[in-house]
């Protein structure tokens, strides 16, 4: 009994600890965001449109991020296919929540389910499609197991875009991706509904006393506020995940796959259920996305931003789901967003001038010690600057930190707090009266874990 409460206050304090992280960083990103927004100038109303981009941003990459790391950190599956499970889900929720006789410029008929259920078909469909994905590839090493997932991504994004799907009927329904020109929505936006609520009729009105705040921005809000919802229930759900005995066995896998089949489990079929709830993960998070804007394009699934999210992967650290969030936030704040909020700041400043049109003319005038041309021309293309940089900080992270701010951190694995010293571990073995090893780790530390529990399915 005492080993069992002292693995909950350790829990708890782990919990507490991490909390403590994730809000420490995002207060530190708001302040820094806060003060660009005064050095431009925004009005109230702009900070809030600010933050309220910034904080959506963070919450979809946290999201998708906490799902490869199910996939990589958990399991060890080298998934780069990740933009096409989420345009999956995105893309099957869209053909069965559009209206049977669609009006306006959405000529693409559906099924015209509601909502909710069509963003659940989306989920399933993703899953189902990772499935399918999972079945060949698993019997693949590492790299090749990596070559696939990237080219169902692109399979997926070249079928949305191909003539012969504009439009289809399959068992009598009509329905299609629209190809090249993409899908427009012309279903109700549940945030609608939500925002009609007299729950938020006050709250509405008293900002609005301070602050010009029309609807759309306040339903935009409201949809922000979801999603740091469904923020936290991922984490939840990951974090118990990752605890459990079914957690246990994909960890075994990551470390050691034949020696975890040698003791019994069944490894293919744990990678598969990895595999398969972190692509529902993915396609969920497909569907948060996008589905409150006009419509969507296959273009919005491209390989980059498979490698946005890994970038994000890697700065948290794989195997921990509190760097999971606190990747995506430095890599949307200081990768994604910053680059552009640094440019306004020092455009705002001083004068660049004019840009050379091409990149000749901007390098030439530097052997005559001129560099305003080259300055004008890096703030001018400052986006494809954004990608060098992305490169710059990846290779630097790969040689110098692989493992990210939280990558690989041990986490308890047994009814003994990881921390104590080998003496207070044997007597809290003793005390519990289980059967048990004691491994060494290179810290100096023992870890006190039943052999059984360490790999022992749900």
């Not at 003060?35 to 431009?40: D, F, K, N």
């Not at 957690?247 to 020696?259: H, S, T």
Request: aromatic share 12%.
């Amino acid at each position: 009994m005492s080993a069992r409460t002292d693995l909950r206050e350790s829990a708890r304090d782990l919990l507490a600890a991490d909390a403590a992280k994730i809000a420490a960083v995002m207060l530190g990103i708001y302040v820094t965001y806060l003060l660009v927004g005064l050095i431009l100038g925004y009005s109230a109303n702009g900070m809030i449109n600010t933050l309220q981009r910034l904080t959506f941003l963070v919450a979809i990459y946290a999201m998708v991020v906490l799902a490869l790391n199910l996939h990589w950190g958990y399991t060890g599956l080298f998934n780069i296919g990740v933009a096409g499970f989420m345009a999956v889900g995105l893309y099957t929720m869209a053909m069965l929540a559009k209206p049977v006789e669609p009006t306006g410029g959405a000529q693409y008929p559906g099924l015209g389910l509601p909502v909710p259920i069509a963003i659940l078909g989306g989920v399933l469909a993703a899953a189902l499609v990772g499935f399918v994905v999972a079945l060949p590839a698993l019997r693949l090493r590492a790299d090749y197991f990596a070559i696939v997932t990237i080219a169902f991504a692109e399979i997926v994004r070249l079928l949305y875009t191909a003539s012969p799907f504009q439009e289809f009927t399959i068992f009598g329904y009509t329905m299609g991706t629209g190809g090249g020109r993409g899908i427009l929505f012309n279903f109700q936006d549940p945030v609608v509904t939500i925002y009609r609520l007299p729950i938020f009729e006050g709250p509405v009105t008293f900002v609005n006393q301070y602050v010009e705040f029309g609807p759309a921005d306040a339903q935009g809000v409201i949809y922000v506020g979801l999603l740091v919802v469904v923020l936290a229930g991922y984490y939840l759900l990951l974090k118990r995940t990752g605890e459990s005995p079914f957690g246990r066995v994909l960890k075994a896998i990551r470390e050691d796959e034949e020696a975890t089949n040698a003791l019994g489990k069944n490894t293919n079929a744990f990678k598969i259920k990895s595999f398969m709830l972190g692509c529902a993960l993915m396609g969920l998070v497909g569907i948060l996305w996008q589905f409150r804007r006009a419509g969507i394009t296959p273009d919005a699934f491209r390989p980059h931003v498979t490698f946005y999210i890994w970038i994000a992967l890697i700065i948290g650290g794989a195997g921990s789901n509190t760097g999971s969030i606190l990747g995506a936030g430095i890599f949307t704040a200081g990768l994604f967003e910053g680059p552009q909020y640094l440019r306004r700041i020092i455009q705002s400043q001083i004068s660049v001038g004019q840009p050379p049109g091409t990149f000749a003319d901007a390098v030439g005038p530097m052997f005559a010690l001129n560099f305003q041309p080259i300055t004008s021309y890096l703030f001018n293309n400052m986006l494809t600057l954004q990608f060098v940089f992305m490169g710059v900080v990846l290779v630097w992270l790969m040689q110098n930190r692989p493992d990210g701010l939280l990558g690989y951190r041990t986490e308890t694995a047994a009814a003994v707090p990881l921390g104590k010293r080998s003496d207070e571990v044997s007597e809290t073995v003793h005390r519990a009266d289980e059967p048990s090893e004691t491994v060494s780790g290179t810290d100096g530390t023992s870890e006190t874990a039943s052999r059984e529990d360490e790999v022992s399915d749900q």
